[in-house]
């Protein structure tokens, strides 16, 4: 019931910007932690931006000041701003988050993770 979409990636040329959205669709209440992560071919899936209930935010160093994670919890769409983009960037981005969704008797949270999003930055 619940999907998750990211959106946004696509060819770029080195130093130039692209913005990921990831829509949360579906019965639930809110998104209260979310993050983003990239996997290249042959290598490993690894973390890119986290945002959780509070607020906190953690890159990991190669993009410190780079990229940039945000979320609109009205839309329930988390974002993903990335500039000075170098060919190392190049990944399939997934977004992973924490919900609470609306079940029958109450709610309770889960974890979903999207498809993906290809982002290739060459020349």
């Known amino acids: 019931q619940v999907q998750v979409v990211e959106s946004g990636g696509g060819l770029v040329q080195p130093g130039g910007s692209l913005r990921l959205s990831c829509v949360v669709t579906?019965?639930?209440?809110?998104?209260?932690?979310a993050g983003w992560y990239r996997q290249a071919p042959g290598k490993q899936r690894e973390m890119v931006a986290d945002?959780?209930?509070?607020?906190?935010?953690k890159y990991r160093d190669s993009v410190k000041g780079r990229f940039t994670i945000s979320k609109d919890s009205a839309k329930n769409t988390v974002y993903l701003q990335m500039s000075s983009l170098n060919p190392e960037d190049t990944a399939v981005y997934f977004c992973?988050?924490?919900?609470?969704?609306?079940?029958?008797?109450?709610?309770?949270?889960?974890?979903?993770w999207g498809q993906g999003t290809q982002v290739t930055v060459s020349s």
């Open positions: 992973n988050v924490d919900v609470y969704e609306r079940i029958t008797w109450g709610s309770r949270s889960y974890n979903y």
């Open positions: 579906g019965n639930i209440i809110n998104i209260y932690g």
């Open positions: 945002i959780n209930s509070a607020g906190d935010i």
